[in-house]
């Protein structure tokens, strides 16, 4: 089967839309950015206190608001996660000391708000060795036979079990079936426990200080990535090949980054790693190209630049569509099926992909005939009886080792 | 076949058990197959659900500390030699970079007990504080350069040690405690607390002082807290407690019942050192107390010759040594079982409370249910990604398409057993390394193919085009996996922990697909087409 056979797009001759379309993107991202006042950045980079909760019914945002609003200085958000009975609690801090604070503000007062609180420990809520804690003396008092390390054990099944639930029961008869749960020890819980409406599936807290270092090494390690490979292509191939493949990722970024602004998304380390990753796969497409132009270099010498790029475009152009195809499906597949953590990761993916495959064409290789027409036009105003020099300058690509 | 082949296939072969080794090792049941799966495969704590903290220890109260420490001995001793002052301060430094700027102020020093004064300080200090004039009465000591920077170092490990010593007292045994990455002035300590969902407590315990008690022991050592309960009939007195003794390497630990009331606590202790024993020449911590807990810890220890007393820190027995007479300030712990753990106990006793304030940087705490879900939905979204891919490559390639598969599912099983003998734990950013893996695995196997099917219009033979195809795409591969595995070692120099377990990955997984894609799959390649007798055909 085969879906490309000896195809003649004339690519470059239609990359005036494209690049028209790319200079859309980018002015439509950064001006998103510039009137948001840059890339909303998650927690990890900003600082601030996240919770995600989970509730076993839908989610009183209202009332978590209004518990909230006056426990905290500054700005609370309360926010569902749009089809599921999830809500994500964050709010801003100001400097490192209220940093913990605020985390046990938002526990706390969530506590009080929901549970029954009446000395019982909240199943829903806490740690094997917390629950094992508070059965010891009960069941020691119940005259149940049973070994610390038996304890230990069922705490920990009654845990995973709960995780296995999504991590909320809502009765805890659920339990009978657990390892080492009997009878007794569902009245035991009855008895010294509850179960609270939510559960908290995350929390995070970084530090401002923390953030701003945070973001400040992942610019500057993604930075110094992108002069490495500008450096390793310029020495495979020829220092313009560098700049134009730099370019295009560069693009690619900046693009996915606008995207994140308009759609109102955040950038958290795990978005930060996707777009490590959308680099890695435009650089890679942008070699593949390039790599056959320079290929053809040698052995198409009468063509022009522009011909000779078409061509090299369409000969990969079967790979390309395959590899983007494939690649994509799985970043879909991703985004699809991949839940709320890996949402901001699997968008970026998406984007990074589509506008990956497409800038190695559209960016990256019109800059090499750019950079050619420059020359041939600085050598045509340059005075009579220079040396004349070979009309294709990039063929010097030819002395690239091999 | 030719022995070219089969040599290659060997090697193959062996590659492909050492992974699966290292993966699954050598399970005799189901169960241990899984065991083994979930020892080798370490998730991170965002996968397995868990928390981290990222702590800083203020060592310029490290700096005060000692400081203080020094001003409180200078009033001891300068009235013992009939020296006058009329002033002893010390400053505040705020920071973290400050602490060394510690100074303390001393004014009023008469001019002809100067020389008495600079010999009591040259005594005790010499080397490692600088004394200076300011004018002939008043004088400021500053901390050396070498001192601060011992300061600091000792600081950092005994906070290491007690966060460490707490943590484990809890029982959370996987937990780990290291100084994070950097540079050693931002000490900071990372904490990771696999299968913690509330971090609420460590916090707490990091942050309570005053945890070295020593205690009359009244009964013990029992094998259990039960037993320890039934040798007092069941009921415990009023100024009775059960203590759990600390956990050692195979044996369980002990229960003690013990005095309620502490004979001296931390707060007593002036210091604590390990040393040799001159009769036996066995390890041995000794203690110095202060002077009012001297008083009251001679008259304990005289009372209660032959019994034991139990050394209590965070509430858990380290020790129970016997009492073999009168001690006042001056005490030595024996029974211990060689030069670690006298050192151990000395740093605990002298870090019983840390040595500095810990400041909260940083948590991430998930909970196990989110961590499981990230790990369905990745493994569908892996599932249904791959399937997609594998379909498609059989339609689209059809035998040759197999040819991939293997290459891709060799990768992923290089790649895992990679990741578990190098004891690299698998993360959320890892997993993007991975799917980056596979796109160019992928695209490695598209590459070549789309050469051969190149090659075989130009009108080559099956043999012939294989061989160019395979040369041809080979620049290309290996062009693309340089840039990244460039790209990668730049962000292991320079990222952080997330950026760096992005870069392991996907070095370890493009090493492996260049393997892979090309070794591999040019010999099943090889293989087949020698298979064949006459005619070579190749189905791509």
């Known amino acids: 089967m085969e879906l490309f056979k000896n195809t003649h797009f004339d690519f470059l001759g239609k990359k005036w839309p494209f690049i028209g379309a790319s200079l859309v993107l980018t002015v439509a991202g950064l001006v998103s950015l510039a009137m948001k006042g840059g890339p909303k950045y998650g927690i990890d980079f900003n600082g601030g206190a996240l919770m995600y909760l989970r509730f076993n019914q839908e989610p009183p945002v209202q009332k978590i608001r209004a518990a909230l609003t006056g426990k905290i200085p500054g700005e609370i958000s309360v926010q569902q996660i749009s089809g599921r009975q999830e809500v994500l609690v964050g709010t801003e801090i100001a400097g490192e000391k209220e940093l913990n604070q605020n985390r046990q503000i938002i526990e706390d007062t969530l506590r009080a708000t929901f549970s029954s609180n009446d000395g019982k420990l909240d199943v829903n809520n806490s740690a094997a060795e917390q629950l094992a804690d508070k059965l010891r003396e009960p069941l020691l008092q119940a005259g149940v036979a049973m070994s610390e390390q038996e304890l230990q054990d069922m705490s920990k099944a009654i845990e995973q079990s709960r995780a296995s639930k999504g991590g909320i029961l809502s009765s805890f008869d659920e339990l009978s079936s657990v390892k080492g749960v009997t009878p007794q020890v569902i009245a035991a819980l009855k008895k010294e426990c509850s179960l609270g409406p939510f559960t908290i599936l995350s929390a995070e807290v970084v530090g401002p200080k923390v953030g701003a270092e945070l973001r400040r090494q992942a610019i500057l390690a993604t930075l110094y990535a992108l002069g490495g490979m500008l450096i390793y292509i310029a020495f495979r191939f020829e220092w313009i090949y560098g700049v134009a493949a730099v370019v295009a990722v560069f693009h690619d970024t900046m693009i996915t980054v606008g995207l994140f602004s308009l759609f109102n998304k955040e950038i958290s380390l795990t978005v930060v790693a996707a777009l490590l990753t959308l680099v890695g796969y435009s650089m890679n497409d942008t070699i593949v190209v390039f790599d056959r132009i320079r290929e053809n270099l040698k052995i198409m010498r009468r063509e022009k630049l522009e011909d000779l790029i078409n061509i090299s475009v369409n000969q990969t152009l079967s790979r390309t569509v395959l590899t983007s195809g494939l690649t994509l499906l799985t970043a879909l597949s991703l985004f699809v099926f991949g839940g709320q953590v890996l949402n901001g990761f699997s968008f970026a993916l998406v984007v990074g992909i589509i506008v990956g495959t497409y800038s190695s064409v559209f960016i990256a290789s019109p800059i090499l005939i750019f950079w050619q027409n420059l020359i041939e036009s600085r050598k045509k105003a340059a005075p009579q009886g220079a040396v004349k020099e070979p009309s294709r300058e990039l063929a010097g690509a030819r002395k690239a080792k091999r | ?540």
């Open chain 2, 1 to 540: 076949m030719n022995s070219n082949v089969r040599f290659r296939a060997i090697a193959i072969l062996i590659i492909i058990l050492v992974c699966v080794y290292g993966i699954i090792g050598l399970p005799t049941s189901k169960d241990e197959l899984v065991a083994n799966w979930q020892k080798n495969i370490k998730l991170g704590l965002d996968l397995k659900g868990g928390s981290q903290l990222m702590l800083q220890v203020q060592l310029q109260d490290a700096f005060k500390a000692t400081a203080d420490g020094i001003i409180q001995k200078l009033k001891e001793e300068l009235p013992k030699s009939g020296i006058v002052y009329t002033e002893m301060t010390r400053n505040d430094p705020q920071s973290l970079a400050d602490g060394d700027k510690i100074q303390i102020d001393i004014k009023g020093i008469d001019a002809t007990k100067a020389g008495n004064f600079r010999q009591i300080v040259q005594d005790n200090w010499g080397g490692t504080w600088i004394l200076t004039p300011v004018n002939s009465t008043d004088y400021r000591m500053t901390i050396a350069t070498s001192e601060a920077l011992k300061l600091r170092a000792d600081t950092l490990t005994q906070s290491i040690a007690t966060i460490d010593k707490k943590i484990n007292g809890l029982g959370l045994s996987e937990s780990t405690v290291q100084q994070r990455g950097g540079s050693a002035s931002d000490a900071e300590i990372l904490v990771q607390l696999p299968g913690v969902d509330d971090p609420a407590r460590v916090k707490q315990l990091l942050k309570t002082q005053a945890v070295l008690e020593l205690k009359e022991v009244k009964g013990g050592p029992f094998p259990s807290d039960a037993d320890a309960r039934a040798s007092k009939g069941g009921v415990l007195g009023l100024d009775e407690q059960v203590a759990k003794g600390i956990t050692r390497a195979g044996s369980p630990p002990d229960y003690w019942i013990l005095a309620r009331t502490p004979v001296v606590t931390g707060r007593d202790l002036r210091n604590a050192s390990p040393q040799q024993s001159s009769q036996n020449g066995g390890w041995q911590t000794s203690f110095v107390l202060s002077q009012d807990a001297a008083k009251r810890f001679e008259r304990f220890t005289a009372a209660h010759i032959n019994d034991r007393l139990a050394i209590v820190l965070d509430k858990m027995v380290l020790s129970a040594p016997v009492i073999h007479g009168k001690i006042s300030d001056n005490g030595v712990i024996e029974g211990l079982s060689g030069q670690e753990e006298a050192q151990d106990l000395a740093l605990n006793l002298r870090a019983g409370s840390l040595p500095a304030g810990i400041e909260v940087l940083e948590e991430r705490t998930v909970g196990p249910s989110l961590g499981s879900d990230s790990i369905k939905a990745g493994t569908v979204a892996g599932v249904a990604g791959v399937g997609v891919v594998v379909a498609f490559m059989l339609v689209y390639y059809r035998r040759s398409g197999v040819n991939a598969t293997l290459a891709l599912v060799l990768n992923a099983v290089i790649l895992i057993a990679a990741l578990s003998y190098f004891d690299a734990v698998l993360t959320l950013p890892g997993i993007a390394g991975v799917i980056l893996t596979i796109g160019m695995a992928v695209d490695s196997n598209v590459l070549i193919f789309e050469r051969i099917r190149e090659e075989l219009r130009a009108g080559k033979a099956a043999i012939a085009a294989v061989d160019a195809g395979f040369k041809k795409a080979f620049l290309t591969i290996i062009d693309t996996h340089v840039t990244t595995v460039v790209s990668c070692a730049i962000l292991f120099l320079f990222g952080t922990g997330p950026v760096k377990g992005f870069a392991v990955t996907l070095v370890i997984g493009l090493l492996a697909n260049v393997f892979t894609a090309v070794f591999v799959s040019r010999t099943i390649f090889d293989w087949e087409l020698g298979m064949q007798k006459k005619a070579v055909t190749l189905s791509i």
